[in-house]
């Protein structure tokens, strides 16, 4: 079973900045390498939202339309390590934010809290 661990969440004021991680370990057939990448969050009281996803080699970056010119999706096939780079952030993009290896979150971390108030 592959580990995903997330971290780098906390609370800002709207128009602040956060960058999260997601650490990959364990699982002999998971190569992080070889795989498409998601964030995904859920805020309270709601389901799971897809956010973003990276291909294998970090070349194609995909993100929902709340999104798109805030956030950045990257990737370290190094260090196996997902990365979510968020600026300008707003209330509504309050969250626990998960990394996953499918856009549905099936499988996913534990989260990241993420706050935004004033």
């Known amino acids: 079973q592959v580990q995903l661990v997330e971290s780098g969440g906390g609370s800002v004021q709207p128009g602040g900045s956060l960058t999260l991680s997601c650490a990959a370990s364990?699982?002999?057939?998971?190569?992080?390498?070889?795989?498409?990448m998601h964030w995904v969050r859920q805020a309270p009281g709601k389901g799971l939202e897809w956010v973003s996803t990276?291909?294998?080699?970090?070349?194609?970056?995909y993100y929902a339309t709340s999104v798109k010119g805030r956030f950045t999706i990257s990737r370290d096939n190094a260090k196996k390590t997902l990365y979510l780079q968020m600026n300008s952030l707003k209330v509504e993009d309050t969250a626990v934010y998960f990394c996953?290896?499918?856009?549905?979150?099936?499988?996913r971390g534990q989260g990241t809290q993420v706050t935004v108030s004033s």
């Open positions: 996953a290896e499918d856009a549905a979150g099936t499988t």
């Open positions: 364990g699982a002999s057939g998971f190569t992080f390498s070889s795989n498409q």
């Open positions: 990276i291909s294998t080699g970090g070349g194609i970056k």
